[in-house]
Structures are given as C-alpha cells and as structure tokens.
C-alpha cells in the first residue's frame, strides 16, 4: 500500500509514482513533518527534525527532557496557534473564554484503500477504492476538547496528492473558528522559485515568478470567487528549474471563493506553505457536537520539472474532478451569439444563425443574454428567469424545436447568482440580495448578489430554473458570475454569524449547480465569470469547462492560455473563434483549438473564403480532437520568455500522434526557425502529414524540425501533425 505506518518509530510515509511525504509522531505526540520530495526507500528521517539548538526567545516543551525541541522551530504537520509556534499557524480557533490558543496533538490513525468525499463541498473522487489511498489522523487539544481530522489520499499512480481537514466540536460550548487551512507543508529551506498567476479581466492568469526571501509571500481572493485577480494555484519551484528539470510543488485548492496560498520564510530560512480558506472575513460559529470540513487542496510533486507538474495536474483532474456524461466523449462545436447581437436579437435572427452554424459543420446553437424578463440591456430584469416570448416570436419550446429541426443542438444562457435592481423579483424582495443595515448598497454592473446562504432564495431560483429547462431539449447550460461580494451579509443570520456568509454563498452556489447536475445530467454545463473570474477546480467539479476568458483575441489568448495551462487541462478552457480585427481566421482557429472550441460571431458576414476555412477548421476540430483533449500537453516556447513566438505540443497517451502549434507574435529578424519536439518515443517513426517526410522521435527531439518556409509575419501561425507510422 502507498501508505505506511511504522509503529516503532511512528513514521507515516506516503508514496507516489513520483514522490514521498514523510512525518512521525514525536514527544508529547506532536506531529513533526520530515520530508517532501523525490521518491525514496527509506522512512527514518528523524535528523530533519530541527535539533540545532535555539535562542531563549524560542519556547520549550518543558515536558521533552532533552531540551532541544521547540515549537517554534521545528517543522509541523499541522501548526496550532499561540502555543509556542510563532509561524504563520494553519488553525485557530476562539475558546468559549476568549482566547484563540489552539495545540492540535496526536490522538489515532486509519488508513483505507479509497477516498471519502467532503460533505457539502466539491472535491477530487475515485470510481473504484484502487485507484487511491487515505490516511486519517485523528488530533485534539487536550484543553478544548475541539479535535481535528487531517485526511491525506494519495493517488500514487499520478505522483499526486490532496489534504483536508475536519473539524469537531466535542466540547459543551460553541466555538468559533477564525481560521482553518486545509494543508501546511513545511519545508527545510527557502531555495525556491514561487510561482503564481495574477492577472485582471481580460488578462487572466499570466505567469509571475519570483524568488522565496524572508517573511511572507502570499497570493490571496477576499472577493467571494477565486478571482480574475489571483488564481488559486501556486508552485514552488528549485531555483533554475525549467520546464523539462528540477524540482516542482504544485498547490492548487478546490474551492471558489476566498482563499489565501501564503509561504513563509522563517529565522531558521525554512519555508511555511499554507493553503485554505482565506481567513480575512471569515469565521465559523461551530456548536457542541457540530462539524466543519475545510475545501481540499491538492499538491503535485516531480523531479522533472514544471511540464511535468502541469501535465500531472492535467491527467489527475481529467480523471478525478471531470465528471459526468461529458467527462470522456467528444463534446459539441457551438456558436454563441453574444458579440454578434449582444442582447438585440430576435428568435428569427437566430434561427439564420442556426442554419449557417449548421451548413459549416457546427453542432450547437448558444443564445446568450437577453432572452428573459425585461432584459434589452444590462440595467434591468436579472432574476426574472421567465421566457420573453415576443422577443423569440413564441415560446421556448416552439423556437428550439425550429433549431432542432435544423440538425442543430440548443443551449443557453444563465446569471442565476444575480439580481438587477429593476427586476419583479427585486421589487418583491429587495431583502433577498446580500446587504447590510444601514449601507448604501455597492452596484456593479447594474446588478445586485442573491442572497445564497438562504434556502428559500436557493430554492426559488433553482425552480425558476427548472421550469424552463425541462420545458423543451436544451442540451448546454453557460453560468455566468459578473461581479463580485461587497457588503456581504445576510438578513437571515445572527450577528454573531455574519462572518460565515461568504463561505455559506459559496456552499449555496454549489448546491444550486449540483442539483442541475442531477436533475439534467445529459446538458453540458460550461461556467464564466466576465471570462475567467472563476477559473478553479471548485468549479470544475460542476462543469467539465469555462469560458477561459472574454479576451478573445488570438495574441492576448497565448498568455492567458499558457497560464491557464500550468494546472488546467486543455479540455477545460473554453476557446472561440472571434471576429477581432487582429490576425486572420487561420490564427484565430488555430489559438481556439487549444481548448473546448467554438465561434462567437454572425456567421451571415462570413465571406466565401471564411466559410472555407471555417469548415476546415471544423474537420480539424474533430480530427485533432483526442490528442488535444486527452493527450499531454508541452509548452515548447512561452510568451512569457519570448517576445517574438509561442509554441506548444501535444503528444497522445500511446505517443501514436502529436500536434505542433506555432504562433508569431511579432515578426522575427531571423527567418529560420528549429522547434525540438518533446514527449515522441524516440524509437517511432513519424510522418509529417504536410509533406509526407517521415522522422524518428529521436530527430524531431534532439534535432527539431527545421522550418524555413514557415509563416513568420506578425499573427500568422501553423500547425503540423505527426502520426506514427508501423
């Protein structure tokens, strides 16, 4: 088993394809981390535990007679509070007295084949108890009685791991939790690159590396999602490490909301991570004999570089977060109408739009905004989730039957988290949107933020929904999220609990789409929030994609792809073809294809050369399919490095095909180019479908491809494709 205990020396070891994640129980049964890295035999790490001695500013256990261990040194599992340790700690928890002193220590331990879910709250999964391993570690503070659950799963196959915590209150009286991180890893030194991914709305998630030093580094959301802003992934990486070397730790929480990765660099030039719930804004009133369970996080480890990171990332969640009827099959080629109309459309208009969709070869007719309620514009009728029948000239059921006529599926467009002020709903209750008393309410886009902590809002909206959802075949659902949290409180809750609304709207939004998830399984559900607001795997449990971001233009796309990339898969990012002015179809196809594919535009302007290349982009939307959505994904030259061209690869499990993708920002000097291929087996032979020249995987590695004649002018790009030959 991946997981082992080693009762003389109370070792836990934890093992992956690629790594061990050691620590034991020491004196006084704190649990003292040992080691994280590369795969090694052996267990008796017991030397990494700090015994160098220390200052008399660093307090004792007076109860460890040797007099060299102290809290405020030594490497934890799961760091308490105001108990000797003066690290940035991964729990506290306010007392029925006041204080906030929190000692989790060692009580027991389980370990399972398979991996439990976490009530309430999405998380990675197995479909068969093989596939994972689970230890449990049961801590309490003697004190309190308050006790912690630590859950580690290991998936050992794909050199991947998650943590969560559960905690319990066995005491008599209510607690209050200020603070719970689902893990904390602690490292022996700071000779780390940290990695991350800021970015804005209509930027999202450029890359950001910078060097550990001294004190604290973090990257954090308190804008109820996980935010344009910061994503929810970090890494730390050996300094010089590349994409094909050194030493990678990748973080990444399940969650879409507040959160906080932050490493701290101690006296002793360690290195504290911690990763959970952002506790700015947040508490948890938590009664006698009450729960509460942590989001997960989940941590990759390689010896072998930043790719191979994000490739592990990539295999673990299109195996182990997708799900559902989508999860494996070829998901459809839409059109959506939204920068070709916005919400000034009629159903006729559409219908046209339909049947161009359907004469170029594509499956899916998309209406986005402004099909319900009084909504021509972004000022009014969110929440007022009732069919405009007279802008579609009928009903809904009568105007998608006229789609579905045409050999074209449907699908449509949502904001069920928001409500506008000029809306029937919003006039009938205005207590329904977060508030709090005696505050102007802040407006953002026109628009308000449903109450989702509450029941009765959940279920009024979820019922809206269903009416029109099961009222005719409606095979794609977009759930869009267009501003963020402000004056976040709850007319329903205590004054005491008014700091657990953030993560009760979170808990809510995903109650809302796990039930749509279970009463319309069949419908692809693909998430936005003003593009990549909301980019997380929190999310990507619901929905197997998300509208990577409303910057559509080819160029601007390769950061944000390339970013988005460092722990998403490119079967999660949706990716459309758009009528920007800057670079041809060619490149806009050919940028769009690193993701779920699509157009958004009129198809009625096409040209007759546009209508050529739409429907040869459409054949290679199918052909390249597997390999793009289910192959490993190589970043051969990044815009983050190069000011003049970005490349990538993909290469097929079996390495059977590959797909090169070259992209020219801005002309280069030199006309020549040499790509080296990645990730072939050296011993195939390959063909080049364009010129039918045949290679092995050994040239186009170590050698490259020499393309002399390639498009080198600013936003021109091509494609090549390599297949195995026998």
């Known amino acids: 088993m991946p997981i082992s205990f080693d009762s003389e020396k109370r070792i836990f070891k934890l093992d992956t394809a690629t790594s061990s994640y050691i620590f034991e129980i020491y004196e006084e049964n704190y649990l003292v981390?040992?080691?994280?890295?590369?795969?090694?035999?052996?267990?008796?790490?017991?030397?990494?535990?700090?015994?160098?001695?220390?200052?008399?500013?660093?307090?004792?256990?007076?109860?460890?007679?040797?007099?060299?261990?102290?809290?405020?040194?030594?490497?934890?599992?799961?760091?308490?509070?105001?108990?000797?340790?003066?690290?940035?700690?991964?729990?506290?928890?306010?007392?029925?007295?006041?204080?906030?002193?929190?000692?989790?220590?060692?009580?027991?331990?389980?370990?399972?084949?398979?991996?439990?879910?976490?009530?309430?709250?999405?998380?990675?999964?197995v479909e068969n108890e093989n596939e994972a391993s689970t230890l449990e570690i049961l801590t309490e503070d003697a004190t309190?009685?308050?006790?912690?659950?630590?859950?580690?799963?290991?998936?050992?196959?794909?050199?991947?791991?998650?943590?969560?915590?559960?905690?319990?209150?066995?005491?008599?009286?209510?607690?209050?939790?200020?603070?719970?991180?689902?893990?904390?890893?602690?490292?022996?030194?700071?000779?780390?690159?940290?990695?991350?991914?800021?970015?804005?709305?209509?930027?999202?998630r450029s890359l950001e590396r910078r060097p550990l030093a001294h004190g604290k580094q973090l990257v954090a959301s308190k804008r109820g999602s996980s935010?344009?802003?910061?994503?929810?992934?970090?890494?730390?990486?050996?300094?010089?490490?590349?994409?094909?070397?050194?030493?990678?730790?990748?973080?990444?929480?399940?969650?879409?909301?507040?959160?906080?990765?932050?490493?701290?660099?101690?006296?002793?030039?360690?290195?504290?991570?911690?990763?959970?719930?952002?506790?700015?804004?947040?508490?948890?009133?938590l009664k006698s004999g009450e729960a509460f369970n942590s989001p997960e996080v989940v941590m990759v480890y390689t010896p072998d570089g930043i790719g191979e990171m994000s490739r592990i990332f990539h295999r673990l969640y299109r195996k182990h977060l997708i799900r559902g009827k989508w999860k494996d099959i070829k998901r459809p080629l839409l059109i959506n109408n939204w920068e070709a109309t916005g919400m000034d459309f009629t159903g006729d208009q559409l219908v046209t739009f339909a049947e161009r969709a359907k004469e170029l070869g594509i499956d899916m007719l998309v209406m986005d905004d402004g099909w319900f309620g009084d909504r021509n514009s972004d000022r009014s009728g969110l929440g007022d989730w009732q069919v405009n029948e007279e802008k579609l000239g009928g009903s809904l059921a009568e105007f998608v039957n006229k789609i579905n006529a045409l050999g074209i599926k449907f699908g449509i467009w949502y904001e069920p988290e928001m409500i506008s002020r000029d809306s029937n709903l919003y006039r009938a209750h205005p207590d329904w949107c977060l508030h709090v008393p005696n505050r102007e309410k802040s407006i953002g886009r026109h628009q308000y933020v449903l109450d989702y902590s509450r029941q009765d809002v959940r279920d009024y909206i979820f019922g809206e929904m269903y009416k029109v959802l099961s009222s005719c075949k409606i095979d794609y659902l977009k759930w869009d999220f267009n501003r963020n949290l402000t004056e976040v409180g709850s007319a329903i809750l205590p004054a005491e609990q008014q700091k657990e609304v953030f993560h009760r709207f979170v808990l809510g939004t995903y109650d809302v789409m796990d039930r749509l998830t279970k009463a319309f399984p069949d419908m692809l559900i693909e998430n936005c929030s003003g593009g990549g607001g909301r980019f997380d795997p929190?999310?990507?449990?619901?929905?197997?994609?998300?509208?990577?971001?409303?910057?559509?233009?080819?160029?601007?796309?390769?950061?944000?792809?390339?970013?988005?990339?460092?722990?998403?898969?490119?079967s999660t990012m949706g990716a459309h073809v758009s009528a920007c002015r800057r670079t041809g179809y060619d490149t806009k196809g050919n940028v769009a294809l690193w993701g779920s594919f699509g157009y958004e535009l009129d198809p009625n302007k096409f040209t007759e050369e546009d209508k050529r290349i739409v429907k040869r982009q459409v054949a290679e939307y199918h052909k390249y399919y597997d390999v793009i959505h289910f192959g490993d994904l190589y970043r051969l030259i990044s815009p983050f490095e190069n000011h003049f061209r970005a490349a990538w690869e993909f290469v097929s499990e079996d390495k059977s095909e590959a797909l090169l993708t070259c992209v020219t920002m801005r002309r280069h000097p030199d006309r020549m180019l040499i790509i080296k291929l990645k990730g072939l087996d050296p011993d195939?032979?390959?063909?080049?479908?364009?010129?039918?020249?045949?290679?092995?995987?050994?040239?186009?590695?170590?050698?490259?491809?020499?393309?002399?004649?390639?498009?080198?002018?600013?936003?021109?790009?091509?494609?090549?494709?390599?297949?195995?030959?026998e």
């Open 144 to 204: 309190t009685g308050i006790q912690t659950v630590l859950f580690y799963t290991v998936f050992e196959n794909l050199g991947a791991m998650t943590r969560s915590v559960k905690v319990i209150n066995n005491s008599d009286k209510t607690v209050e939790i200020e603070k719970v991180m689902s893990a904390c890893v602690d490292f022996h030194t700071y000779d780390y690159d940290m990695l991350s991914l800021y970015g804005r709305w209509g930027k999202e």
């Open 33 to 125: 981390h040992l080691y994280y890295g590369a795969k090694i035999p052996d267990s008796n790490l017991s030397a990494f535990r700090y015994t160098g001695g220390f200052a008399s500013f660093s307090p004792q256990n007076i109860n460890i007679a040797d007099g060299m261990f102290s809290p405020d040194i030594n490497p934890f599992e799961y760091p308490g509070n105001g108990a000797g340790d003066f690290r940035t700690s991964a729990v506290a928890i306010r007392n029925a007295d006041g204080n906030n002193v929190t000692d989790m220590r060692y009580v027991s331990h389980k370990i399972y084949s398979g991996k439990p879910s976490i009530e309430g709250l999405p998380a990675l999964y």
């Open 684 to 725: 195939k032979y390959y063909v080049d479908e364009d010129t039918d020249e045949v290679y092995s995987g050994a040239l186009l590695m170590n050698a490259g491809i020499c393309l002399p004649n390639a498009e080198h002018d600013d936003g021109q790009s091509f494609i090549k494709y390599f297949k195995a030959v």
């Open 538 to 570: 929190g999310t990507l449990y619901f929905s197997p994609q998300i509208w990577t971001s409303d910057n559509t233009d080819p160029i601007e796309r390769l950061t944000i792809q390339f970013g988005t990339s460092m722990c998403y898969p490119a």
């Open 227 to 285: 935010s344009h802003h910061q994503n929810p992934f970090a890494a730390l990486v050996e300094n010089g490490a590349t994409e094909d070397y050194g030493s990678a730790y990748g973080f990444n929480l399940v969650y879409s909301s507040n959160f906080v990765f932050e490493a701290e660099v101690n006296q002793n030039s360690g290195t504290r991570v911690v990763m959970g719930i952002n506790p700015e804004n947040f508490g948890w009133q």
